[in-house]
C-alpha cells in the first residue's frame, strides 16, 4: 500500500529528485510529455533541502521508493529558485477574496508529480489531501501553476478543487495560475466559484 506523509529523511529528498528527472519535459519524446504530462522546474538538493527546512513536502511512498510528491513552498521559498521566485511575484499582485494575494496567506505548489506506474490511483488526491491538512492551519488557499500544453496536469488540479484566475507567459511558454480557495468550504475541498 502507498503511503502518504511528510518528507521526514535525506533519501527521501534524493527520491524527489529521480522522480522529478525522470519526468522533466526535456527527458521525455512529444507523445509522452502529451500523453503523460511533464515537469518543467528542475530543483537540485540543496534548493529542496532548504525548501523542506521552511515546510516539509509532501510524498507517497510505495516499498521505500518515492512514487510521488506535492512540493510546499512557502515565503521562504521563493527567493532559493528563479522559477519560484517568479511564480511568487506573478501571484503577489492577483486579487483573492477582494483583496491582493500579498495580503492573504497563501502557499505555493513547487511541483506535483506521480510516478507513471503510480499514476491512475488517486495519488493526486491522496497527496493534495494530505497537503491541504498539514497547511490550512496556516494559509487561505494553496496557488501554482500549470503550464497550458500541460493537459492532464491541468485536469487533475482542477478535479481536486483548483480554479483557473490568471494567466502569464513564462521562459516561452503559456502558464495558467490556479487557486485552491480552503476557506470556502472546508469539509469537502471544493472551491468557491466567487475568487
Known sequence: MTEVRRVSQEWELEGIVALQRANLRKNLSDSEAAQQG????????PYLR????????????DQS???GYAL????????????????????????????????T???????????????????????YQHFRESQQS??????????RENVRSLRAHVNTGFRVIHSIAYE???WDIVVWDWRSNPASGESSSAL
Open 138 to 147: 496556516d494559509y487561505h488557499c494553496a496557488v501554482t501553476d500549470i503550464a
Open 50 to 61: 532548504a525548501m523542506n527546512a521552511a515546510a516539509p513536502s509532501i510524498i507517497a511512498v
Open 105 to 127: 496567506p497563501y502557499v505555493v505548489v513547487g511541483q506535483l508529480c506521480v510516478g507513471r506506474h503510480h499514476r491512475g490511483q488517486g495519488l493526486v488526491q491522496r497527496l
Open 65 to 67: 521508493q518515492i512514487v
Open 172 to 174: 516561452g511558454r503559456d
Open 72 to 103: 510546499v513552498a512557502t515565503q521562504p521559498s521563493r527567493h532559493g529558485h528563479p522559477f519560484i521566485g517568479a511564480l511568487f511575484q506573478a501571484i503577489d499582485p492577483l486579487l483573492f477574496r477582494g483583496q491582493t494575494f500579498d495580503k
Open 38 to 45: 511533464f515537469l518543467t522546474a528542475e530543483y537540485d538538493l
